[in-house]
């Protein structure tokens, strides 16, 4: 097909035209006397782009006026198509506007903006944010019907990325597949975890020893100011690497260092504008980091092939000392029986989920408690005088001395729910029309788990704005259990790697408390409490002092 008059208005009118009902998708075929090829929201966006720039054409033809005309005649049926919304949707705060819907009201930092949302409209909200309807849900009662009651509904992933135009394997892996696909690599994922001890003492052991090389090098550090925003990064990604490959890396191995600056720049660019508007990405000078977010998945990618094949040729047959290998057997079981969901391009994706999702998370979890620490000397000072009155300091601590410092774990609690790293956890989607605290929901909303509207909530916790880890304690000191508390999100997608979470943020934060005291690198300019947005809320990087303990 060729396209005449070809201009900016024609522009405008593509990018308005991004439909985000699938009522937009039939009222654009009728328009074209089309039948429709794709189901609802199935539609590529090469698919819409040439059903758009075919309808400009058509309606150029009708009219010999100018591009002005025919661009303004296609915006009042843009109107008409947004106008088409289904019945009795959430609550929204003020009218979407063309082409943007919401976004103009979130500013640098969305999250602010949700949690005064979720106060102000309860359960669940609406935004439209460009194309995409998207819903947000705020409290503990909606979450447990969407994610838990109708977890068939909301269990699937979008499949809207702009690296999925470059890279057809984006959607395989445990975070970003649906339905079977995803229920065989969780299932396989979590079996081959647990039997590396995911959980257990055996897997304890190795983060010890990964811990055991990080206070080395915060040793050598000599309570000089430094970042240690990468190197914490690393030493967690060590202990993922050792389960996934069977081996660690050296702090200065230069392939390592890449890869975990890598996968940092990954996350960050992984929420940015281009998830509302793909066709961005086709502006020149990358203005929107989307041709660096591509590279930057393929090089990601690039690495995981590498280190399966490395695996490969290392590992004798029958050795299963790696999720690698251990995968590929299981791979080879099911072949024999027939399935077909355990596959090599799995394989890599489930390596990059497990990489990224096991090393950022709980990396960042640690940095935040050390800047609470900067601010609360005197909640690291209880956290020191219990490790000392329960183990003392001729040895490090282990697993099982966790049962015994109740205030540390009541520290590290309260740093996950005021950090809330994850403030929106990862999207959802809506398979089938259903509804929700009331309200309908159309097949192909977009479903946020609004974690941050949780752990914010006055309702709650009373006093959500102070930093205050008593409140997981009962009188006795006894450690209380808060359902409301759900750092890894709630559900079928529950983070897989829970267990290993908590086992590695009580290994490293107590053998750090127990080894250092934590300083700012200025006593009279502590580091601010400020976030960074992104799909995880990072703090802003910081100098700290790492002062060896006299014991």
């Known amino acids: 097909m060729r396209i005449k008059n070809c201009n900016f208005e024609m522009c405008i009118v593509y990018i308005a035209l991004l439909p985000p009902a699938s009522a937009s998708d039939e009222l654009f075929c009728k328009l074209l006397h ?110 447990k019907e969407a994610f838990i009651k109708k977890a068939d509904f909301f269990s699937d992933r979008s499949q809207n990325s702009i690296v999925s135009h470059h890279a057809s394997d984006v959607f395989h892996g445990i975070v970003s597949s649906s339905g079977s696909n995803w229920k065989a690599q969780r299932t396989t994922s979590l ?18 020893e990964e811990v055991s090389f990080y206070t080395k090098e915060l040793t050598n550090s000599k309570g000089k100011p430094c970042d240690i925003h990468y190197l914490t990064n690393m030493s ?3 202990v993922i690497s050792s389960i996934i490959f069977g081996k660690r890396f050296e702090f200065n191995d230069p392939k390592f260092i890449k890869q975990i600056e890598m996968f940092n720049d990954l996350v960050k660019l992984s929420t940015g504008v281009l998830v509302f508007f793909p066709s961005l990405y086709y502006l020149p000078f990358d203005l929107f980091k989307g041709k660096k977010l591509v590279q930057l998945y393929f090089a990601m990618r690039n690495f995981t092939d590498e280190m399966i094949s490395e695996v490969k040729n290392r590992n004798d047959s029958g050795n299963l000392d790696n999720y690698i290998v251990a995968y590929i057997e299981e791979m080879e079981k099911e072949k024999q029986s027939g399935q077909l969901y355990l596959d090599e391009l799995n394989l890599a994706r489930n390596i990059d989920n497990l990489f990224v999702a096991g090393s950022e998370t709980t990396s960042t979890t640690i940095m935040w408690c050390l800047l609470y620490m900067l601010h609360y000397p005197e909640v690291q000072q209880k956290i020191y005088k219990e490790i000392v009155e329960q183990i ?22 309260e740093v996950q729910r005021k950090a809330s790293i994850l403030p929106l956890s990862v999207p959802h989607l809506c398979n089938k029309d259903t509804t929700l605290a009331g309200y309908n929901i159309p097949k192909g909303t977009i479903v946020m788990p609004n974690l941050d509207a949780i752990h914010s909530s006055k309702e709650i916790w009373g006093d959500p704005e102070n930093f205050r880890p008593e409140r997981f304690l009962d009188a006795k000191g006894n450690i209380i259990k808060r359902e409301e508390l759900m750092p890894f999100s709630i559900g079928r997608r529950i983070c897989l790697g829970e267990s290993l979470a908590k086992m590695e943020l009580f290994l490293y934060l107590s053998t750090l408390f127990q080894k250092f005291e934590f300083l700012p690198a200025s006593p009279d300019k502590v580091p601010p409490l400020q976030d960074t947005w992104g799909l995880v809320a990072a703090p802003e990087h910081f100098e700290i002092r790492c002062v060896e303990r006299d014991n």
């Open 34 to 143: 089309t039948e429709a090829t794709h189901k609802p929201y199935k539609y590529k966006y090469e698919t819409r782009t040439v059903i758009i720039l075919t309808m400009f054409e058509t309606v150029l033809s009708y009219f010999e006026t100018s591009a002005i005309l025919a661009a303004v005649l296609l915006l009042l049926v843009t109107f008409y198509i947004r106008s088409r919304q289904p019945k009795n949707l959430p609550p929204s705060p003020g009218a979407a506007l063309p082409l943007i819907g919401h976004l103009h009201l979130l500013g640098k930092n969305p999250r602010r903006r949700f949690k005064q949302w979720a106060q102000e409209y309860g359960d669940v909200f609406t935004l439209q944010m460009g194309p995409e309807r998207t819903i947000f849900v705020n409290t503990l009662e909606a979450m």
């Open 191 to 208: 079996a081959i975890l647990r039997n590396f001890g995911m959980g257990k003492n055996m897997l304890a052991e190795k983060i010890l």
């Open 236 to 238: 967690v990604s060590n």
């Open 392 to 413: 003392g300091t001729e040895r490090p601590p282990n697993i099982t001395d966790k049962s015994n410092l109740k205030y540390l774990t009541a520290v590290i609690m």
